[in-house]
């Protein structure tokens, strides 16, 4: 167990809408980390929060956004979705160092 | 040119044989090197870590890297079926007062009974 949380597990919705994926970091890191896996892709750098600021900004489509709240949870919002979006989607979290980070397990989002 | 480039494979070996995983980079900024193991569909998880030039052993995984031909080697001695899975290197440099993480795309690897 990395100690970083995802919900939903999984997540079935149609073209057009739009969905929120939510990440627990793991306890006292401040970096948070988006990226997208599609079917037989690397990992895709999406965007990093550190601390409740944005601090990169990855290949994240105009019609995603993110934002990492006090509390230090972040949610990723997809709007406006297609099918190409399906895909998983993982966060990671890291420490001050913000050298290695810890996955949680992902949320495998279905566009239909 | 990647600032990061890994063989996606795959790679197919018997049980009980030496792998040999590589990594090179173009950034000499790079300055702590990773290798991750992500089995189908799960979250990648963090095998080794070092900083700067080196080896590091633990159990039956070596990682080793060398700044000077910015290249990095994750070893596995004795493959077992279980470590059938995709192994990806990722790199850290300061970028202004952030770090950035540069991801290989990750090697196939199936180890056979």
């Known amino acids: 167990d990395s100690g970083v949380t995802q919900t939903p597990k999984h997540l079935i919705t149609a073209t057009g809408q739009r969905v929120t994926l939510r990440c627990s970091p793991r306890s006292g890191d401040l970096s948070v980390y988006w990226y997208q896996q599609s079917l037989d892709q690397g990992l895709q750098f999406l965007i990093q929060y550190y601390n409740g600021e944005e601090r990169a900004k990855g290949n994240i489509l105009e019609r995603f956004s993110a934002q990492q709240f006090p509390d230090l949870h972040s949610e990723l919002n997809l709007s406006s979705l297609e099918l190409g979006d399906s895909a998983l989607y993982f966060c990671?979290?890291?420490?001050?160092?913000?050298?290695?980070?810890?996955f949680g397990q992902g949320t495998r989002l279905t566009v239909v | 040119q990647k600032e990061v480039e890994q063989d996606p494979g795959p790679l197919s070996v018997p049980e009980g044989a030496i792998v040999s995983l590589n990594c090179t980079y173009s950034n000499s900024a790079f300055q702590y090197f990773m290798w991750y193991r992500q089995y189908s569909r799960k979250g990648p998880e963090l095998l080794m870590y070092t900083y700067s030039s080196g080896n590091k052993e633990d159990g039956r995984f070596t990682a080793q890297v060398d700044k000077s031909s910015k290249y990095i080697s994750l070893f596995i001695r004795d493959s077992q079926p279980s470590d059938s899975a995709t192994y990806l290197c990722?790199?850290?440099?300061?970028?202004?007062?952030?770090?950035?993480?540069?991801w290989g795309l990750g090697t196939s690897l199936a180890v056979n009974p």
């Open positions: 990671a979290s890291s420490g001050d160092r913000n050298t290695e980070a810890f």
């Open positions: 990722a790199m850290s440099a300061r970028a202004g007062n952030n770090r950035k993480l540069i």
